[in-house]
C-alpha cells in the first residue's frame, strides 16, 4: 500500500478570563495564550472572532503582519480573525496565513447580527470558500453562521476536511450537530468559554479550561464513519490484519464506527477496498436509490388509488 493519512495537529485559543479593558493588553495576553499552545508544534491554530477587538485595518495590516511572523517563526498556518477595511468597506474577516506566514486567503463573515449590520459591517459572499492546505482542505464560519447549516453542507461538499469556526461563544450543541451530520472536524475558538474540537462523530476529543486555555489535538483527516451493517465481520478481520495501525472506534448506540489510520503507508481508503467497507453516506444513498427503485416497481403506495 502506498498511501498515507497523516495526523494534523491542531492548536485552538480561547480569550476565557482575560482583560478586556484595553484591546492591546488583550491582544499581548492572547498571544501569550498562542506561544504556550505551539509547545506540540501545530499545523495550524485559529484564535477567537475579532480578538483583537473592533477596531478595522488593511489586511496586511499591523496584527496580520505580526502574526505572520508568528506563523513563519513556527512554519504554522494561522487563522486570524479581525475586522479588515477594504475598498472603504468593514469586513468581519478570518485572514488565512500559510507556513511562511503569506496570505493566502480570507473568508468574511457571511451571516451578520443586527448590531453588525447597523454598526456598519458588510456581509460576505453567500458561497462560502475553501482554502488548499498542505495538509488538506479547510473552511471557516464565523459566530453567527452556525445558524445557517446549508454553509456547513456546502463546505462539506466543496471538501473541507476541517472548518473552523471563531466566535463569540461556544455553540456547543449546534456545533456537535453539524460535526456529525456533515462528518467533519470542527475547531471552535471562543472569546468566552471553551474553545472545542469536534470529531467527524460530534464528539468532543479536546477542550479548554481552567488549567489549559486552548485546546489542542491531532486529527486524522483520512477518517471515514461507517454503519455497522454488512461491514461487523469485515471490519473484524482488518482488526485481526492489521492491529493498531488502523484505528477502529465504536459508537455503540449510533450502530456506527470509524477508521483512521495510524501507519505509515497506510490509507482508509485503500483499507476500504481491501475489505470491501462501504462508509455510510455510500450506505444510506444505496438504501435510498433501492427504495426508489422498490416504489418505481410497486408504484407509490403512499398515494391514494
Known amino acids: 500500500m502506498q ?5 494534523v495537529h ?4 480561547t480569550q476565557d478570563r482575560l ?3 484595553s484591546s492591546v493588553t488583550l491582544v499581548e495576553e492572547t498571544l501569550e495564550r498562542l506561544d504556550r499552545a505551539a509547545y506540540r508544534e501545530p499545523d495550524i491554530a485559529c484564535l477567537p472572532e475579532t480578538f483583537a477587538g473592533y477596531d478595522a485595518e488593511p489586511a496586511p495590516g499591523p496584527i496580520t503582519e505580526r502574526l505572520s511572523g508568528w506563523a513563519r517563526d513556527r512554519s504554522c498556518y494561522v487563522i486570524c480573525p479581525i475586522r479588515t477595511q477594504v475598498a472603504g468597506r468593514t469586513f468581519n474577516s478570518a485572514i488565512i496565513l500559510d507556513r511562511r506566514g503569506e496570505i493566502v486567503g480570507r473568508y468574511d463573515k457571511i451571516h451578520l447580527t443586527e448590531g453588525e449590520l447597523a454598526g456598519g459591517v458588510t456581509a460576505g459572499d453567500a458561497d462560502p470558500p475553501v482554502f488548499q492546505t498542505d495538509f488538506g482542505t479547510i473552511g471557516v464560519q464565523i459566530c453567527f453562521d452556525v445558524n445557517w447549516p446549508e454553509s456547513w453542507r456546502l463546505l462539506k461538499e466543496k471538501g473541507a476536511d476541517i472548518v473552523f469556526y471563531p466566535s463569540a461563544f461556544p455553540a456547543h450543541r449546534q456545533l456537535s450537530s453539524l460535526a456529525w451530520m456533515n462528518e467533519l472536524y470542527i475547531v471552535s475558538t471562543t472569546k468566552t468559554r471553551a474553545s472545542r474540537v469536534y470529531d467527524i462523530t460530534g464528539e468532543v476529543v479536546a477542550e479548554s479550561g481552567y488549567f489549559q486555555p486552548w485546546a489542542d489535538a491531532a486529527l ?3 477518517k471515514r464513519l461507517f454503519e455497522i451493517d454488512y461491514n461487523t465481520d469485515k471490519v473484524r478481520k482488518l482488526q ?6 488502523a484505528l477502529v472506534q465504536w459508537c455503540h448506540d449510533e450502530s456506527w464506527f470509524t477508521l483512521a489510520s495510524q501507519g505509515p503507508g497506510l490509507s482508509v481508503e485503500e483499507l476500504m477496498d481491501e475489505f470491501g467497507l462501504v462508509p455510510l453516506r455510500t450506505y444510506l444513498a444505496r438504501c435510498e436509490k433501492a427504495l426508489d427503485d422498490a416504489r418505481a416497481r410497486s408504484g407509490d403506495p403512499g398515494k391514494e388509488t
Open 19 to 21: 482583560d478586556r479593558g
Open 240 to 245: 485481526q490484519k492489521y492491529g493498531g495501525r
Open 220 to 222: 486524522h483527516l483520512g
Open 10 to 13: 491542531v492548536a485552538a485559543v
Open 3 to 7: 498511501g498515507s493519512d497523516r495526523a
